[in-house]
């Protein structure tokens, strides 16, 4: 991302009739939300310059959720071993058949601002950005919520193979209010997958988004809803910052 690149909203943008669909719906597509130089360049960061981590699910019968998150850089895998690897990738497939899991790649924003990592990076001025009064109080208006003090964010790659099983988002104390999706993906197709799957109570699909380029998806988190396989054929990445609107305190950097 270019030093002179501003992330800002777009100039007169109205959340008004926004708030009136997710009011109805508890759903809403908002597209354009940046400039076009800065939605490019945004695009650019995450597609370039990103040290991303993979990341999915173990059993672990002595953690307290009776699973561990597994964050492998690529110096971990690469230790691991291709074998290895290969085989629990495979138990990772076997457990999502029983809608248990999800694989992806990600870079932990929020850990990454609070604890230092990548210091001068340009991802962090997006943290800043999307914690900014200006996209907080855009979100307050979208949602109705007027106590949002913090969004939480992590940059996700999704490429051949990687899903999300379907799961809800209430949060342990019931913190966050609206989960959301900042797409910076151009050109996707529907039949490369990596939809966002929105579920009624029969799990039958209500709506199907796709991973459009600098549009906003602001959705209530207690609705079930997944992340559809990317196809073996799917001809680019699916790049996206997703995470929730929250009201518990805002936290300080370290």
């Given at each position: 991302m270019a030093q002179d690149i501003e992330l800002t909203l777009r100039p007169g943008l109205d959340p008004a009739p926004f708030a009136e669909i997710y009011a109805r719906d508890?759903?809403?597509s908002i597209p354009d939300i940046l400039p076009d130089a800065a939605a490019n360049a945004v695009h650019e960061l995450l597609r370039s310059s990103i040290s991303?981590?993979?990341i999915f699910p173990e059993p672990a019968p002595?953690?307290?959720q009776g699973h561990k998150i597994n964050v492998l850089s690529a110096a971990d895998i690469e230790a691991i071993g291709r074998q290895q690897m290969a085989q629990r990738i495979q138990g990772v497939m076997a457990r999502a058949k029983d809608n248990y899991g999800y694989l992806y790649n990600a870079y932990?924003?929020?850990?990454a601002y609070m604890k230092g990592w990548d210091s001068g990076h340009p991802i962090h001025r997006l943290t800043e950005f999307l914690n900014s009064?200006?996209?907080l109080e855009f979100g307050r208006a979208v949602i109705g919520e007027k106590q949002i003090t913090k969004a939480d964010a992590q940059a996700t790659l999704y490429t051949r193979g990687h899903f999300l099983t379907r799961?809800?988002?209430?949060?342990?104390d019931r913190e966050r209010r609206a989960a959301y999706t900042f797409g910076f993906t151009p050109e996707w197709q529907p039949d490369w997958g990596g939809l966002l799957l929105l579920l009624d109570s029969n799990f039958?699909?209500?709506r199907g988004l796709l991973p459009r380029f600098?549009?906003?998806n602001i959705f209530d988190g207690t609705m079930v809803h997944a992340v559809s396989a990317v196809s073996p054929f799917a001809g680019g990445h699916r790049l996206q910052i997703t995470g929730w609107l929250r009201d518990d305190p805002p936290a300080k950097p370290s």
């Open positions: 508890k759903l809403v991303w981590r993979l002595d953690h307290p932990p924003m929020i850990e009064p200006a996209f799961h809800v988002d209430e949060g342990y039958d699909i209500q600098n549009t906003l």
